[in-house]
């Protein structure tokens, strides 16, 4: 079973960054991958990006191509995800979820185990 705990959510000002981190624990297969995912409150979930671990290998959605990076410790278990120009749009609870592929975020029911999420807010 896997376990993943997401972390460094916060209140950030618009035009700032922020980078959350999912650290991962339990029986992990060589190839797999770490997405992200938000879900604004009245909004579907959406599929952000994600990593496979032991390459780096990386996919994003449109929407965030050129602002958001998503980043691994292959060492750590960890991954994470390098937001910046944030809008108040990105107001979201950030979750993070296990895969055993490199499959695209909007594939979210391919990703089985999910962490409790972390809130991003972006406010003056």
């Known amino acids: 079973q896997v376990q993943l705990v997401e972390s460094g959510g916060g209140l950030v000002q618009p035009g700032g960054s922020l980078t959350i981190s999912c650290a991962v624990s339990g029986r992990t297969p060589d190839y797999y991958a770490i997405g992200w995912f938000r879900q604004a409150p009245g909004k579907e979930r959406e599929g952000l990006s994600c990593?496979?671990?032991?390459?780096?290998?990386?996919k994003y959605a449109d929407s965030v191509k050129g602002r958001f990076t998503v980043s691994s410790d292959y060492s750590k278990n960890t991954a994470y995800l390098q937001m910046s120009s944030l809008e108040a749009d990105d107001t979201a609870v950030y979750y993070c979820a296990a895969s055993e592929g490199l499959w695209a975020p909007r594939l979210s029911r391919e990703y089985k185990s999910w962490g409790q999420g972390t809130q991003v807010t972006v406010s003056s």
């Open positions: 990593i496979r671990l032991i390459d780096g290998d990386t």
